[in-house]
Nanobody, 115 residues
Framework: QVQLVESGGGLVQSGGSLRLSCVAS????????MRWYRQAPGKERERVAA????????YYHDSVEGRFTVSRDNLKNTLYLQMDNLKPEDTAVYYC????????WGQGTQVTVSS
């Protein structure tokens, strides 16, 4: 079955960096576009970044453009999100996502940015 397992979240000061990872299994990772979403308390889940199956193109939400970088290692079935110059408004639970027959989600990893 499809599994997505995120890691790498934590508490960081404003201006700091974190690198999230998502290990995928149960589907053809190398043939699937992947996405990162986040959800802050009291807010709707929003798409943060996306990457094509071969990693040759990416999308970023306006609020993270220039600070976040999405990448993937298809040999390791792993999706990454490098987050630099973090801001308190980046505080959220971050989720890995793939859309196959339906949307699949990981359990999420908490990112907290203190001011």
């Amino acid at each position: 079955q499809v599994q997505l397992v995120e890691s790498g979240g934590g508490l960081v000061q404003s201006g700091g960096s974190l690198r999230l990872s998502c290990v995928a299994s149960g589907f053809a990772f190398s043939r699937s576009a992947m996405r990162w979403y986040r959800q802050a308390p009291g807010k709707e889940r929003e798409r943060v970044a996306a990457i094509t199956s071969v990693g040759n193109d990416a999308y970023y939400h306006d609020s993270v453009e220039g600070r976040f970088t999405v990448s993937r290692d298809n040999l390791k079935n792993t999706l990454y999100l490098q987050m630099d110059n973090l801001k308190p408004e980046d505080t959220a639970v971050y989720y890995c996502n793939v859309n196959l027959d339906r949307n699949y989600w990981g359990q999420g990893t908490q990112v907290t940015v203190s001011s």
